[in-house]
C-alpha cells in the first residue's frame, strides 16, 4: 500500500515512498541555490545533475519544476522578476538551439530541465552536457560565470520506441 498525495495544481503526484528521493532533490537544489546566492562558496565544479526515470505520464517533470518553483526559481521568460530560473529545454530543438540554452544557463548559475534525455543524446549533446556538469564551458573549459547550475533530466524506459540507454559517462 502506497501512500500518496496528488498535488493537482502542479501535475504529479507525491508518494511517501518517494520521501527520501525528493528530500534529497530539495536539498540538491537548495546547495546550487545557495551558490548561486553567494551564500556559501562553490565553484560550480562537481555534482550538477539529477536524472530521473520512470514511465511515461508520472509527473517526473512536474515534480522537479515544482520543487525549482518552491525553492524560488521562476520559469524563464514567463516570470522575468525571478532572479533564480529554470529553462525547460524540449528534446525537439536542434542541437544548436539545445547547446545555447544550456551554455546560457550554465553561465548564469540557473537551471535546465530537459524532458526525454534518453531519446535526444546524440550529435554532440552529450559532449555538452559531460562538460556543463562537471562545471566546465563546452568551449572554453572555464568555471561558469555565476556558480549555482543544475540540470534535471527525465527519461523513460528503454523498452519504449525511440528510446536509448543513457551513456554511462552522463
Not at 536524472?51 to 519544476?65: C, F
Not at 538551439?97 to 544550456?102: G, H, S, V, Y
Request: proline fraction near 4%.
Amino acid at each position: 500500500f502506497l501512500s500518496a498525495h496528488r498535488c493537482e495544481d502542479e501535475g504529479y503526484t507525491e508518494l511517501r515512498s518517494l520521501a527520501v528521493q525528493q528530500r534529497k532533490i530539495e536539498d540538491f537544489i537548495d546547495l546550487h541555490r545557495r551558490q548561486h546566492d553567494k551564500q556559501m562558496p562553490g565553484s560550480g565544479r562537481g555534482l550538477n545533475g539529477v536524472y530521473l526515470e520512470g514511465p511515461p505520464g508520472i509527473g517526473k517533470s512536474a515534480m522537479v519544476q515544482a520543487m525549482l518553483k518552491k525553492n524560488g526559481y521562476g520559469i524563464k521568460d514567463s516570470e522575468a522578476r525571478a532572479s533564480r530560473w529554470f529553462d525547460k529545454i524540449d528534446a525537439a530543438l536542434s542541437l544548436e538551439a539545445q547547446k545555447k540554452r544550456i551554455i546560457e544557463a550554465f553561465d548564469a548559475g540557473q537551471a535546465i530541465v530537459l524532458d526525454e534525455l534518453n531519446s535526444c543524446v546524440h550529435g554532440g549533446l552529450e559532449r555538452v552536457l559531460n562538460s556543463v556538469l562537471t562545471g566546465e564551458h563546452p568551449d572554453t573549459g572555464k568555471a561558469a560565470q555565476t556558480p549555482g547550475f543544475m540540470a534535471f533530466f527525465t527519461g523513460n524506459s528503454i523498452a519504449l520506441s525511440g528510446r536509448e540507454a543513457i551513456s554511462p559517462a552522463l
